[in-house]
C-alpha cells in the first residue's frame, strides 16, 4: 500500500483524503438511515388508536422518531382545519427529508471528482514520460520511464477505486431516502384520513415526561 501511495505521487494524498472522507460519511449514513429509526411501521395507526381515546402526548410523539415529529406538528394545528394539518405535515416533512439526505452531496461530490484526479494523474504521469524520452539521453533513464507510468496507472486506479463505491452508495442512500419518504407519506395520509373522519373531541397532552411526577405530587 505504502508503495502505491509513493508511486502515485503527491495526487495520491486528495484521493486518499477522498477515500477516508467517503468511508465515514458511508458509515455514518449506513447508521443514521435506519427506516425503524426514522420511520417506524405502525406509529401512524398507534396515533390514531391515542387520538381516539385522547391520550396523545405530543413532546412523547415528538422524541419517539422522525415520523413522530412529523405527526406532532400536524395534531398541534389540527384544530385548525384539513388543510392547515396537511400544511403542517407537509412542512415537517421537508425538514426530515432535508436531514436524511446530508451528505449525500459530498458523496456524489466524492464518487464524480476522483476519476478526474486519476486521469489527472494519467495526464501528470505521461507528460513526465514524454519529457523523458525527448530528452538527450532519455533512452537510458529507464528508472524515470517507468516512474512516469506507474503514477499514470496507479493513480487512475485509486480514482476509480474510490469513485466506484462511492457512487454505488449515494445511489443506493437515495434510493433509501425515497423508500422512507414513502413511508413517511403512508403513515401520515393515515393520520390524515383519521383527523378528517373524527368527529371526537380532541384533546391533546404537552406534559412532558420530566414533569409527571411533579404534578402528581402537587395533586396529592
Request: charged share 20%; net charge neutral; with cysteine.
Amino acid at each position: 500500500m505504502m508503495d502505491a501511495l509513493i508511486a502515485g505521487g503527491w495526487l495520491m494524498i486528495p484521493l486518499l483524503g477522498c477515500s477516508l472522507l467517503a468511508t465515514v460519511i458511508i458509515i455514518e449514513r449506513l447508521w443514521t438511515l435506519r427506516a425503524k429509526r426514522i420511520a417506524p411501521y405502525g406509529l401512524g395507526q398507534e396515533v390514531c388508536s391515542l387520538v381516539a381515546r385522547g391520550q396523545v402526548n405530543l413532546y412523547w410523539l415528538e422524541g419517539h422518531s422522525p415520523l413522530g415529529g412529523v405527526l406532532a406538528a400536524g395534531l398541534r394545528n389540527a384544530r385548525l382545519g384539513h388543510e392547515q394539518v396537511r400544511a403542517r405535515l407537509q412542512e415537517a416533512a421537508t425538514a426530515v427529508i432535508h436531514d436524511m439526505e446530508r451528505f449525500l452531496s459530498p458523496l456524489g461530490t466524492i464518487a464524480a471528482i476522483t476519476p478526474l484526479i486519476g486521469l489527472l494523474g494519467t495526464v501528470v504521469g505521461m507528460i513526465e514520460v514524454f519529457a523523458v524520452i525527448v530528452s538527450a539521453d532519455g533512452a537510458g533513464r529507464t528508472a524515470e520511464l517507468a516512474g512516469g507510468i506507474s503514477r499514470a496507472l496507479v493513480t487512475t486506479a485509486a480514482g476509480l477505486t474510490v469513485a466506484i463505491p462511492a457512487l454505488m452508495f449515494h445511489r443506493y442512500f437515495q434510493r433509501r431516502v425515497e423508500d422512507i419518504t414513502v413511508r413517511m407519506e403512508e403513515q401520515a395520509g393515515q393520520v390524515v384520513e383519521f383527523l378528517a373522519h373524527y368527529r371526537g373531541e380532541l384533546g391533546f397532552s404537552e406534559q412532558r415526561e420530566a414533569e409527571r411526577p411533579s404534578a402528581e405530587a402537587r395533586g396529592s
